[in-house]
């Protein structure tokens, strides 16, 4: 597969494979990745990158679009059905720059908008001062309740009818419960508000019905394609019938030039692994696996945060376990596991530092891990956390890591042809 790219530039290439190789040696628990199909590699690597396209299908500014029209129309006719959407947009590049389109689609500059806080799981893009969501927008936040950890709706409906925004966004990063979005939707409506749902993370539960849908209840959705979805790096936008043509002109030319249209092959591509049954069976094994680990993480001392989980990933509170997220986060990569430190709700510490870490199943399901190696990796993570500085504890786990991940094997072909067999093996060049 990548021959070329070894003859032409050796350096870029050994990245690669190294990159290859620590995806396949290493337990990728970070809870917003996963590994994408070898149809959805080639695709994302297909000719169809070199096709500038700027405006829609049947409508460019650009001859020569007959075949990237078939492939963006495939994404938007299988979006709506997946979904049960009124319309869909297929070139947001990311999660953020959907976000970005479906603010400016339906707000002015300077408007009110009331996101979750992002210590309370949250997204940068929901209007954080250092993004530009909080930057152009007079920026109010909701967040959990600190007993049940849960969203605080009565203080929501409270601040709501305080601050009078003009869009509520929902919808997170680090949150392990099931979002009410009907219970957005009365809110919303009860102070005149836009609901914006934000679904990058839950995408690919709510595709096979194991989350709640937003759809019915918002006027926008906004997602990735990339994480529980499971397709390319990329974003996506649903709509009403009534905010399309804002929708799709705040997209291009609003926000965009040409979109990246390899990518929106790749994601039709991934839509149409996403109506398969095997793909519901996947995500019922992410949901599982999830409730395994929290299940076992809890026998072993660890709080989570909410007490569990309902969806593909938990949060450790770390505090009585005496070690910080960024303490934790560095143990288990030594370890040879991946995840990310993240703050808790109420955190007393910065986020730089964080009292706990966000654990999540997609990509080790999609491996093909079951409840049974959940079982091994919490007894795995427990004996790390509980001794971070442990040099031979660490070296133990490390091993018994590698040998997870020879058992359940990751993008091998790529891997055989550079001549790595096993984690210590350097690409041939
Ligand atoms: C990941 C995420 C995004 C942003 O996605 P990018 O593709 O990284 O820009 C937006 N919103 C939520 C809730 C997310 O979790």
Redesign the pocket.
């Known amino acids: 597969m990548y021959l070329e790219l070894k003859r032409v530039d050796p350096e870029v290439y050994k990245a690669v494979v190294g990159e290859i190789k620590r995806q396949a040696f290493t337990l990728e628990m970070i809870a917003?990745e996963n590994f994408v199909s070898r149809a959805v590699l080639e695709t994302a690597g297909s000719p169809l990158t070199n096709k500038y396209a700027e405006g829609l299908p049947g409508k460019r500014y650009y001859g020569g679009c007959q075949f990237v029209d078939i492939v963006e129309n495939l994404v938007r006719e299988r979006a709506k059905q997946i979904f049960g959407a009124e319309h869909v947009n297929a070139q947001p590049h990311?999660?953020?720059?959907a976000?970005i389109a479906a603010y400016l689609a339906l707000l002015d500059i300077g408007d009110r908008i009331l996101g979750m806080n992002l210590s309370h799981g949250?997204?940068l893009?929901?209007g954080h001062p250092v993004n530009f969501s909080g930057k152009y927008f007079e920026v109010h936040q909701y967040g959990v309740d600190r007993e049940s950890e849960t969203i605080d709706f009565d203080e929501l409906l409270k601040i709501a009818k305080k601050v009078k925004p003009k869009m509520i966004i929902c919808?997170?990063?680090a949150y392990p419960r099931e979002i009410d979005f009907e219970r957005f939707r009365e809110v919303a409506d009860e102070v005149g508000a836009y609901l914006l749902s934000?679904i990058?993370?839950i995408a690919g539960l709510v595709a096979v019905g194991l989350h709640k849908s937003p759809v019915p209840y918002s006027h926008v959705v906004?997602t990735?394609t990339?994480?529980t979805l499971r397709g390319p790096?990329?974003?996506l936008i649903l709509c009403t019938e009534e905010h399309a043509k804002a929708i799709d002109k705040s997209v291009f030319p609003g926000n965009q030039g040409g979109p990246l249209m390899h990518i929106i092959a790749a994601k039709a591509v991934c839509l149409k692994e996403v109506m398969t049954d095997e793909f519901k069976k996947y995500q019922k094994q992410i949901v599982a696996n999830a409730k395994e680990l929290a299940k076992k993480l809890s026998e072993k001392g660890l709080r989570l945060v909410s007490g569990g989980t309902d969806n593909h990933l938990m949060l450790v509170d770390l505090r009585d376990a005496g070690i910080t997220g960024k303490v934790a986060e560095e143990a288990l990569e030594e370890a040879g596991i991946t995840v990310n430190k993240n703050t808790i709700p109420f955190d007393p510490e910065k986020p730089f530092i964080a009292s706990g870490i966000r654990i999540g199943t997609p990509a080790l399901t999609t491996r093909g891990m079951k409840e049974k190696e959940m079982d091994t990796i919490a007894d795995m993570i427990a004996r790390v956390v509980h001794s971070p500085d442990d040099e031979k504890i660490k070296k133990q786990v490390l091993d018994e890591v590698h040998d997870l991940c020879m058992r359940f094997p990751l993008y091998k072909e790529f891997l055989d042809e550079a001549g790595v067999k096993g984690p210590y093996d350097e690409p041939v060049i």
């Open positions: 917003s990311s999660g953020t720059q976000n949250g997204h893009s929901h919808g997170a990063s934000d990058a993370h906004t990735t990339h994480k790096r990329a974003g």
